[in-house]
């Protein structure tokens, strides 16, 4: 959301607050005091910079991309109808290497439900395995394979691109699902010739490990949300669009003038966007969901993913798509994609301020002298402008405080990562999990738990020292300390201690025996619903996977069931949420076996599915129109609340009616063609 004149005021007002901390709070009377107060103003300065690039990058002009994808989409039906023949050829690449055999299925099948003419699927498995073969040659998709593996998935997608006919190329995660519409929403850009690459948000349709493991999927906003919501829409406006590796379309002509994908980096993504951009070619970002993927199952893998992440996008600075040496980029180009790549070193800064705290409780040094009078006028307008401001910035995808959660828990192991990548070292790249661990779990991980234990430590060791000094609990005495230099160090102890709990707490996974992920069916006015009825009786749907559902009775009728009993579930699909008349005349009815009841509540396992019931369920479930919701982060102060309510009640391991659930949208129900529902026989 572009705002001018909330950077101009947020502007003004960070203008103020640091003249004040440069002339007012500083305090340079000693070696050690001195050293500590100018390293917390340069971690400030530091941390407000990247904030300020990201706000100038919003005054750039709106290319209102929207409004011209309707456009191009509208065009490119047309001539779907009339001119099929003339329309660009895609190529759809899905790279593979471990991921389960159910999760690659149902990428592949929704990659042949794609909503365009002229399409060629494409597995590329670095694993080589037999099952997917046999999988592609029962879909109807390409396959291929190489006996080397260099260069992990860039190597894979430069393995394929001699063998690709296609104008365009479509690239998606083995993990990821599209929706139908994906093409029509993107190719009809590529009329404009210097159109080179089409990015769309990547989403998940499961909830992420501290979404999960705290139980706060209606609280809590995925950490990416922010990124597609207000960065890619802002570095759209200065021409520096960043590509995320999937879920994406690009040139063929403008991969090949490039080189293809490049490999000196695991973030190949990124700089292969980049060169593609310097080359002269159009990066666009098209702001809809039209596909989801998998979050990592564990708050490891989480840490791994993110780490791998940091070091990747810093090894871009050594190949050839350095934004700083690259020829072809302007410099607001090149100023927009280095604050990309250095951005990650803002957990520094993050952690220094972090560990202000200790020198205030630990050394007696208090880094910063102020007044109440200066608090008030300066630093407290310049804090709450930030604060209210923060999810208007963000498309309403994050709030000021609740998303801090993420940097906490990934603090340190990002710091190891971008040591080590900084010393030519990096870690070598594993691809992120896509199923759960088998055997015995284990609890968190040591290098996840330990640093967030250690910092705890020196938290609650500051507090102790600054609430009851004495020689006992002190690693000297400390001299007496002003009121001010006191409140400050106790209340921001006090906050650290208490994110640090939390993210303590998000390293025990919450126990799960699937990996499937299961959704709450949002239904608002005016779009279609589900009516469920078992064994001719109406019923609720509360979830829905591809596993069972779990329904909510009138009284008595969960009563009257047995687990093992066989029925068969009738699933309506209505025209409207506000409307009792369904778009179908025979509802499919479905095989189901209760598995469990509790109270009004019943929990059913799908019976043996015909292929045409598991492909219709797969489309309700992936496949639907306007599928993913774009939510809207709910309010801070209530959310805080509940979260410190999660420190003290213990989250119970996943199973019937205590599901881990992200909502779904049914939409409405498509004018051209009938939802396949109607079409399965009883």
Sequence with gaps: MRLPWAVLLLAVLAGRYLHWRVTSTLVLDGVLTGSVSLTMLVAEVWLLAHG??????????????????????????????????????????????????????????????LDYPLLTVWLLDDGARSELRELCAELGCRYRSREARDHAKAGNLNHALPGLGGELIAVFDADVVPLPGFLSRTVGLFDDDRVGLVQTPQTYMNADPVMRNLRLERWLMPDEESFYRWVEPVRQ?????????????????????????????????????????????????????????????????????????????????????????????????????????????????????????????????????????????????????????????????????????????????????????????????????????????????????????????????????????????????????????????????????????????????????????????????????????????????????????????????????QPGQVLRLSLVLVESSESSESSETDPAAWPVTVALTRGDRIGCCWGPLTSRQREALQELLYRRPGLWPVRRAPSEPLALAVLVGRLFRPVPPEGWFRRSLLPIRLGAIPARRASTLQQLAA
């Design 52 to 113: 300020f690039l990201q706000l100038l990058f919003s005054l750039a002009p709106d290319p209102g991309l929207t409004d011209r994808c309707a456009h191009a989409a509208a065009l490119l039906e047309r001539r779907c109808r009339l001119q099929p023949e003339r329309l660009p050829a895609v190529d759809v690449l899905v790279p593979t290497y471990g991921e389960p055999l159910a999760v690659v299925e149902r990428c592949l099948r929704g990659c042949n439900a």
């Design 237 to 561: 406006g200065v021409g520096a669009v960043v590509c995320a590796g999937t879920s994406f379309v690009v040139r063929r002509e403008a991969l090949l003038a490039v080189g293809g994908f490049e490999t000196a980096t695991p973030s190949e993504d990124l700089a292969t966007g980049i060169r593609i951009t310097a080359a002269g070619w159009r990066c666009l970002f098209v702001p809809e969901k039209l596909s989801a993927g998998l979050a990592p199952f564990t708050a490891a893998a989480m840490a791994r993913q993110r780490c791998r992440w940091a070091s990747g996008t810093l090894q871009t600075l050594r190949t050839r798509a350095n934004p700083l040496t690259i020829p072809g980029l302007n410099p607001l180009q090149r100023l927009a994609f280095l604050e990309g790549i250095l951005h990650w070193f803002n957990a520094l800064p993050q952690l220094v301020l972090s560990l202000m705290p200790l020198s205030i409780g630990v050394l007696g040094v208090a880094p910063l002298q102020f007044t109440a009078a200066g608090l008030l006028q300066q630093a407290l307008p310049f804090y709450g402008a930030q604060l209210l401001l923060a999810r208007w910035f963000s498309g309403q995808a994050r709030t000021a405080i609740l998303p801090e959660l993420y940097r906490w828990i990934f603090l340190v192991p990002l710091i190891g990562a971008l040591a080590r990548t900084t010393l030519n070292r990096p870690d070598h790249f594993h691809v992120t999990p896509k199923a759960l661990a088998t055997g015995r779990q284990l609890g968190p991980d040591p290098r996840l738990l330990l640093p967030l234990l250690t910092l705890l430590t020196l938290q609650l060791l500051a507090l102790v020292h600054l609430l009851a000094p004495s020689p006992a609990t002190a690693m000297r005495p400390l001299p007496p300390l002003a009121g001010g230099a006191l409140a400050l160090g106790v209340s921001w102890g006090l906050l650290n201690g208490l994110l640090l709990l939390l993210a303590i707490r998000t390293c025990w996974d919450r126990p799960r025996h699937s990996d499937v992920p299961w959704f709450a069916v949002a239904t608002e006015a005016g779009e279609a619903a589900l009516i469920a009825r078992l064994a001719d009786r109406p019923v609720r749907l509360q979830a829905i996977s591809e596993e069972g559902v779990e329904l909510t009775g009138a009284a008595g009728t969960a009563a009257r069931l």
